[in-house]
């Protein structure tokens, strides 16, 4: 349940505000995790193919799609089955109002492929490792929906059929999940690699919710802020790199527990502090 924000966060939050750039929310798995997603790292994660146990960080790779496309495309549509399955919680409709209150000083980077932020109605937001409801093209750029015929109640351990073969198509040629593999730069055409740089260049705070920043991209986005001497609040249960380095510097506060606990209380106060003065 949802908890009061201890007074140095609001002041926090307040002394921010009046300077300039916008409030930077960095999302992770963790947000999604009340929401009955399994977070990436946790142990429902592993994906049976014949008689051998995956780790998603060996199944989400171009190697693996190459090796066997249509098993990593059924691990996929099993975890979008998931995903469709599960609705936005708590912390994701905060966000949502907080930028209805506080428009263009909102901005989002989610690591998350789920769309619950852009299903709850999020509008500023960075899907840096794409969206499993979409594909592309193996060879190409062109991004498509998932086809409508493809189930979206797939269930575990259902392979590909012929018809679903053929639906997995963009432009006549073969697609793929729409996500950034392990194995994967970033860009900006498709992952907003520049302009989540720039939003952490810009940022007055950053706020980092549920991840573990095993990744690449986050990490330069919390290492940009602490450089530029830009605070960041650090919601997780567990301690991790953001929270220790909020420890070590003293630049910011780690807000130990869950999303449901502290971003909703977090995002009201804000929504008071960054809205604009009529
Ligand atoms: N509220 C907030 N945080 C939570 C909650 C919760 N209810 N439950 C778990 N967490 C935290 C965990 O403590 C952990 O730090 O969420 C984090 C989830 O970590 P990961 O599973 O590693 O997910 P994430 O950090 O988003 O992974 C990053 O790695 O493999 C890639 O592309 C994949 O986007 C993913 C990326």
């Given at each position: 349940m949802t908890r009061a924000l201890p007074a140095p966060v609001e002041a926090l939050v307040r002394e921010r505000?009046?300077?300039?750039g916008p409030l930077l929310w960095l999302t992770g798995a963790g947000i999604s995790a009340e929401s009955g997603i399994p977070t990436f790292?946790?142990?429902?994660g592993y994906w049976k193919v014949g008689s051998r146990n995956y780790h998603p960080q060996q199944l989400a790779t171009r190697a693996a799609f190459g090796a066997m496309p249509d098993e990593v495309w059924a691990w996929y549509l099993y975890r979008r089955a998931v995903c469709r399955a599960a609705e936005p919680n708590a912390a994701h409709h905060a966000l949502v109002e907080l930028e209805e209150r506080i428009g263009p000083r909102f901005r989002l980077i989610t690591q998350n492929v789920d769309g619950l932020h852009q299903r709850a109605g999020t509008k500023r937001v960075y899907a840096i490792h794409g969206n499993i409801d979409e594909m592309r093209a193996v060879s190409g750029r062109v991004t498509a929906p998932i086809?409508?015929?493809?189930?979206?109640?797939w269930p575990k351990g259902r392979a590909l059929t012929a018809a679903d073969r053929d639906l997995l198509q963009v432009e006549a040629r073969p697609a793929r999940p729409h996500v950034l593999w392990f194995d994967e730069c970033y860009d900006e055409e498709h992952f907003h690699f520049d302009s989540s740089l720039r939003a952490a260049a810009e940022a007055s705070l950053l706020v980092v919710v549920?991840?573990?920043?095993?990744?690449?991209l986050p990490m330069q986005v919390g290492m940009l802020c602490a450089r530029h001497g830009t605070p960041s609040i650090v919601i997780n249960p567990e301690p991790n790199p953001f929270s220790e380095v909020v420890e070590r510097s003293g630049l910011g506060i780690f807000l130990q527990g869950t999303a449901g606990e502290w971003v909703p209380a977090l995002a009201a106060a804000a929504a008071e502090a960054y809205a604009p003065t009529p």
């Open positions: 505000a009046v300077e300039p790292r946790g142990p429902e086809p409508a015929g493809i189930p979206t109640d549920g991840t573990t920043g095993a990744t690449n």
